[in-house]
């Protein structure tokens, strides 16, 4: 916890790092998960020093967003076309190297 944190904050960040560990996080994990939701607490109330944007403009505090946003990247779905193509490879499939990514799936039967 930061050097001034109230009692309130440490209580908050002990119960979070232990649900995270509860969860099945790692001891180092944990402490990471409850120091940025602490820390973004403080910021969205005024106790920390400085803030990011979207520490202060959330319409949501951690709690409240229950994992909205956890693990909704948006990026590429499956193996890449590298990965087919040498799967192609191994496979012996005619005309691999001028295929794009989703003909290669589609001849690897995916």
């Not at 990247?73 to 496979?91: C, F, H, I, S, W």
């Amino acid at each position: 916890m930061p050097a001034g944190s109230s009692k309130k904050r440490e209580r908050q960040y002990e119960k979070i790092k232990d649900s995270s560990k509860a969860r099945g996080a790692g001891e180092g994990r944990a402490k990471e998960i409850a120091a940025r939701t602490v820390n973004k607490e403080r910021a969205r109330a005024g106790e920390a020093r400085q803030a990011s944007r979207t520490s202060t403009q959330d319409p949501k505090s951690a709690p409240q967003r229950g994992g909205q946003r956890s693990g909704n990247r948006v990026g590429p779905k499956g193996p890449t076309r590298d990965q087919l193509y040498n799967e192609a490879r191994q496979r012996n499939v005619e005309g691999r190297s001028h295929m794009t990514k989703d003909e290669l799936a589609k001849a690897l039967g995916r």
